[in-house]
Each structure stands twice: as structure tokens, then as C-alpha cells.
């Protein structure tokens, strides 16, 4: 095996993903060779003794990949302080560890991906997969259609435009209405805070699908394994 960085190494070994890693290294929870090392730029093989908080790693010979999902009230990192259920307490029966790619808040509900393939979030984040990520949500208020399109064309967020969406409207109450996003990035708490930016608040979503891979017979809080197929509709 060649070297490799070691965020790559430890996304290799099913640890995380390869942004989490820097994390992870930067916080000191990585050790090589009993040093603790928490740069970047070092290069890691099989012959060095890689730590995780404590865990020696070794690499993943089979990657796995799940579909969730997701109920509201379940949290998408691997363990909470405050005690909140974890996605991953609902996957009973898988014995690998899997973690979550990306996240979904804790009351919004829908498809979230957990894999031990620390490289596929970077995958999904690759400009030119433009992996699509579609979302139901319910809003306050009744949009206006050049709220919507200003949605689509983009929003200033904490400074920053966001990337062209597609938005339809779905349908509409007396005050409140039904959107369909599909966003290409994926800033935390994206959707909700676009939504504000027009003034019509979220009050209830769901990722509904990955590019083209749908919850398609999925009650909530069932999960099932995804095969190579399925795999390769994330990225239609
Ligand atoms: N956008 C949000 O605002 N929340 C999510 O959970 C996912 C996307």
C-alpha cells in the first residue's frame, strides 16, 4: 500500500470522513506511532501504528453503505452528551461502524446515508458529481413566485451567495405551503435558512432523496443496505 495522508488513512479505516478527520487530528485524538500528531500534512502506511482515541486502525476491506430513514428526534453524530438516541442506535443488526454522511437536523427527517467509506461525503461534494439532494418543506406563509425564484437563483447566507436550486411549489394552505427544493451544496441548516431569508419560516422537513436514489418503500426509522446500483443513483 502507498502512503497516504492521514485524514485519508483514517477515512480508509472507517473512522470518519476525511473533513471530520482533520478534526479529529487537530484535537489531538490521533496518534502515530504512540506521537500524537495533530497537523495535517503527514503520510501514514501499514507499517505505522495508527490510533484513534486509543483504537489501533487498520483498513477496511469491504465498504458498506445504509439508507435511513431518518425520524425527527434522533441526532446525526455518532454519540450526544446529552444523551439525545443516535441515528445509529436505530441501524440494530449492523455490526460494522457506520457513521452518518453529513447530517440532518435534529427534528428534520428523511434519507440520510451511513457508510464505514470515509471518502464517499468527499465524493458527494465533488463539483462534478453534482450530487442533488431533494427536500420537502412545509413553510409558513404563502411564497410569492419571485420569492421562489430568488430562492433558485440564490441567497446571501452568512455572506455568502448560494448556489443556484431548483424550488417548485408543491402546494399551499391559508398560511402555510409545500415546497420542493433540490439544493447542490450543503451548508448547515441550508434549507431553513433560506427559507427565513424570504420570510416564510420552516415548520417541517424532509430530505425526500438523493439525486435519484428515494426513500421508495421506507417507513420511518427503517433503514435498508444499499447495493452497487442503488449506489450509483446518488450521483444521477
Ligand atoms: N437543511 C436544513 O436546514 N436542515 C437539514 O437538516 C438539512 C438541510
Known amino acids: 500500500m502507498e502512503k497516504m495522508r492521514l485524514q485519508k488513512f483514517l477515512a ?3 473512522v470518519c470522513s476525511r473533513r471530520k478527520a482533520e478534526e479529529y487530528i487537530a484535537a489531538g485524538q ?4 504512540g506521537q500524537t500528531v495533530t497537523e495535517m500534512g503527514v ?3 501499514e507499517e505505522n501504528h495508527v490510533t ?6 487498520t483498513l477496511e476491506e469491504e465498504f458498506e453503505y445504509y439508507l435511513l430513514n431518518k425520524p425527527a428526534g434522533y441526532i446525526t453524530t455518532l454519540s450526544d452528551p446529552q444523551g439525545r438516541p443516535t441515528v445509529t442506535s436505530l441501524l440494530r443488526g449492523v455490526k460494522t461502524r457506520i457513521f452518518p454522511v453529513g447530517r440532518l437536523d435534529l427534528d428534520t427527517e428523511g434519507a440520510l446515508l451511513l457508510t464505514n467509506d470515509g471518502n ?5 461534494q465533488h463539483p462534478s458529481l453534482h450530487t442533488k439532494k431533494h427536500y ?3 413553510v409558513k406563509g404563502r411564497p410569492a413566485a419571485a420569492a421562489l425564484r430568488q430562492l433558485e437563483q440564490g441567497v446571501e447566507l452568512e455572506g455568502k451567495l448560494t448556489a443556484p436550486a431548483k424550488v417548485h411549489l408543491v402546494k399551499q394552505g391559508e398560511n402555510s405551503a409545500v415546497l420542493a427544493l433540490t439544493l447542490q451544496e450543503g451548508r448547515k ?3 431553513k435558512k433560506m427559507c427565513a431569508h424570504i420570510g416564510h419560516p420552516v415548520l417541517f422537513l424532509k430530505r425526500t432523496a438523493y439525486g435519484r436514489l428515494t426513500l421508495d418503500g421506507l417507513k420511518r426509522g427503517a433503514w435498508r443496505r ?3 446500483v442503488d449506489l450509483e443513483k446518488i450521483f444521477l
Open 12 to 14: 480508509r479505516c472507517g
Open 30 to 33: 490521533v496518534k502515530v506511532d
Open 43 to 45: 503520510s501514514v502506511g
Open 52 to 57: 484513534f482515541n486509543g483504537r489501533l486502525l
Open 120 to 124: 464517499l461525503a468527499q465524493r458527494m
Open 136 to 138: 420537502e418543506a412545509l
Open 189 to 191: 441548516r441550508q434549507v
Open 226 to 228: 444499499l447495493s452497487s
